[in-house]
Nanobody, 122 residues
Framework: QVQLVESGGGLVQPGGSLRLSCAASGSIFSINAMAWHRQAPGKQRELVARITRGDSTNYSDSVKGRFTISRDNAKNTVYLQMNSLKPEDTAVYYC????????????????WGLGTQVIVSS
């Protein structure tokens, strides 16, 4: 059973910073792309940032230049460094990983965490 657990959310003032982490556990053979999504109240879930196994990254226009995604393959962990936070960054942040579980036929699929709340407010 593969599980993803996010951490690092919380309340921060505008202009502040937070670092989110997401660790995968369980019987894992390999992890391909990792990503962060977010969903603000009353809005659709959106892709925030994505990083491939080869460390290629892409970001939504709304966070480009402020957020940085990175990964530690040895720890099966993805990070999201969020700087210059704005009230419109308030949302539940979810990590996703495309994972091939160990000991089963080749069929990688996306796994999701349960989310961590980020609130940007003065």
């Amino acid at each position: 059973q593969v599980q993803l657990v996010e951490s690092g959310g919380g309340l921060v003032q505008p202009g502040g910073s937070l670092r989110l982490s997401c660790a995968a556990s369980g019987s894992i053979f390999s992890i391909n792309a990792m990503a962060w999504h977010r969903q603000a109240p009353g809005k659709q879930r959106e892709l925030v940032a994505r990083i491939t196994r080869g460390d290629s990254t892409n970001y939504s226009d709304s966070v480009k230049g402020r957020f940085t995604i990175s990964r530690d393959n040895a720890k099966n962990t993805v990070y999201l460094q969020m700087n210059s936070l704005k009230p419109e960054d308030t949302a539940v942040y979810y990590c996703t990983m495309n994972i091939q579980p160990a000991g089963v036929l080749w069929n990688p699929r996306d796994y999701w965490g349960l989310g961590t709340q980020v609130i940007v407010s003065s």
